[in-house]
């Protein structure tokens, strides 16, 4: 059974930092690209961010360029999300996805999909 954790959630003020991880289990890690997907309250998913599978290209949605960072350690399975500079808009439920293709999970098609994490962010 393939398992995407998401963790790091929480309450974080106006230009403060986060960190999400997101364990992946049941699936051949190094194979999968990886993404965060966040969606804010009544609205729909937002890609945000992709690394994919060996770790050497990241990708990022405009709005995070230059404040979020992806990273994943293959040797314990989990892929990262450093936000920086958190901005309220960011208030959401962030998303782990994997995928083999790197296109499917910049396309909110990933195959395996986690439960997600609430990040708010407000003073």
């Known amino acids: 059974e393939v398992q995407l954790v998401e963790s790091g959630g929480g309450l974080v003020q106006p230009g403060g930092s986060q960190r999400l991880s997101c364990v992946a289990s049941?699936?051949?890690?190094?194979?999968?690209?990886m993404s965060w997907v966040r969606q804010a309250p009544g609205k729909g998913l937002v890609w945000v961010s992709a690394i994919d599978a060996k770790g050497d290209s990241t990708y990022y949605a405009d709005s995070v360029q230059g404040r979020f960072t992806i990273s994943s350690d293959n040797a314990k399975n989990t892929v990262y999300l450093q936000m920086n500079s958190l901005k309220p808009e960011g208030t959401a439920v962030y998303y782990c996805?994997?995928?083999?293709?790197?296109?499917?999970?910049?396309?909110?098609?990933?195959?395996?999909w986690g439960q997600g994490t609430q990040v708010t962010v407000s003073s």
């Open positions: 996805a994997a995928d083999p293709s790197v296109v499917e999970v910049t396309g909110l098609s990933a195959q395996y």
């Open positions: 049941g699936v051949a890690f190094e194979k999968y690209a």
